[in-house]
């Protein structure tokens, strides 16, 4: 059965620096999304993407966060310059007609 | 946009017992909803969803959820639970056009005591 695949599983950066989480979404889908969820808290949504640009953002996705789809396969989310609170789990989900389907998730701690 | 509310952060139960999670959401067009359970240091699996038709789902694990389109809820049951159903549990929402996000709920943490 597809999956939505994400690498790394893990990540500890030091505060200022960038980071990029990778995702492959299932490939016949059109819709690529990102979502965080900080330690203990719900999951909230940050971007979506459809058509090689932004659908829709939430207030969390400021500058400092960036969304790519560089090839046929990958879809990046790229912190600019991270801060320690954006230590969090990172979901990426790719959606068929009715549902999202959501990757294992890259844990980001940021020191 | 949609709002998702789970009321209890945490249900305690004893094993074998019956539980009910409760879910209830807000939104101005047609939805899809979802039950997610969160293992420790895990990722989100899918328990259930409802999309259409009968408005009794039955998921993985044993759970079952009622869509009841006139209270807006979609609360999720198990008849006797496990110790190893001790999980975070995420309602969550998808208005039905094409693209649109889905909107957790803020989650309930489920204890099933010995």
């Known amino acids: 059965e597809p999956e939505v695949t994400q690498t790394p599983s893990h990540q500890v950066t030091q505060m200022g620096q960038e980071v990029i989480l990778r995702c492959v979404p299932i490939s016949n889908h059109l819709y690529f999304y990102w979502y965080r969820q900080i330690l203990g808290q719900k999951v909230e949504f940050l971007v979506s993407f459809y058509n090689n640009e932004i659908s829709e953002k939430s207030e969390i996705f400021d500058d400092q966060f960036s969304v790519e789809r560089p090839d046929g396969s990958n879809f990046t989310l790229k912190i600019r310059s991270t801060k320690l609170e954006d230590s969090a789990m990172y979901f990426c989900a790719s959606r068929d007609d009715y549902e999202q389907y959501f990757g294992p998730g890259t844990r980001l701690t940021v020191t | 946009a949609q709002s998702v509310t789970q009321l209890d952060s945490q249900v305690p139960v004893f094993e074998e017992a019956p539980v009910e999670l409760r879910c209830n959401y807000s939104?101005?067009?047609?939805?899809?909803l979802f039950w997610y359970v969160q293992y420790p240091n895990q990722g989100l699996q899918l328990l259930l969803k409802?999309?259409?038709?009968?408005?009794l789902v039955k998921g993985i694990n044993g759970f079952e959820a009622e869509f009841n389109k006139s209270q807006t809820s979609f609360h999720l049951r198990k008849p006797s639970v496990h110790i190893s159903d001790t999980a975070e549990y995420f309602c969550a929402v998808s208005g039905v056009n094409y693209g649109q996000n889905f909107v957790f709920g803020p989650g309930t943490r489920l204890s099933v005591l010995p």
């Open positions: 939104s101005s067009v047609s939805v899809y």
């Open positions: 409802y999309l259409s038709g009968s408005t």
